[in-house]
Nanobody
């Protein structure tokens, strides 16, 4: 079993920055990828960013440039630096990790962009 714990969410003004972190514990071996999804009120879950075991990164539409994903392979953590935040970035952000054909999810952390 793998456990993912997110931290770093909160309230930020438009244009501000936040950094999310996710730590994996449990039966961790070699994640195929780690990443972040988000779900805004009334919308489906969408990809924010993910980073593969070989270091390749994928970003959701129009997020690259404002968001940067990074990963510590030794510590099994993944972080998401979010800059120039907009109202529409408000959502619950979920950490995810893929391993052995299974996809694991964290509990989610709320990010609210509001003035």
């Amino acid at each position: 079993q793998v456990h993912l714990v997110e931290s770093g969410g909160g309230l930020v003004q438009p244009g501000g920055s936040l950094r999310l972190s996710c730590a994996a514990s449990g039966s961790v071996f070699n994640f195929n990828y780690m990443g972040w999804y988000r779900q805004a009120p009334g919308k489906g879950r969408e990809l924010v960013a993910r980073i593969l075991s070989v270091g390749t990164t994928n970003y959701g539409t129009s997020l690259e440039g404002r968001f940067t994903i990074s990963r510590d392979y030794a510590e099994n953590t993944v972080s998401l630096q979010m800059n120039s935040l907009k109202f529409e970035d408000t959502a619950v952000y979920y950490c995810t990790a893929a391993q052995g054909g299974l996809l694991y999810w964290g509990q989610g952390t709320q990010v609210t962009v509001s003035s």
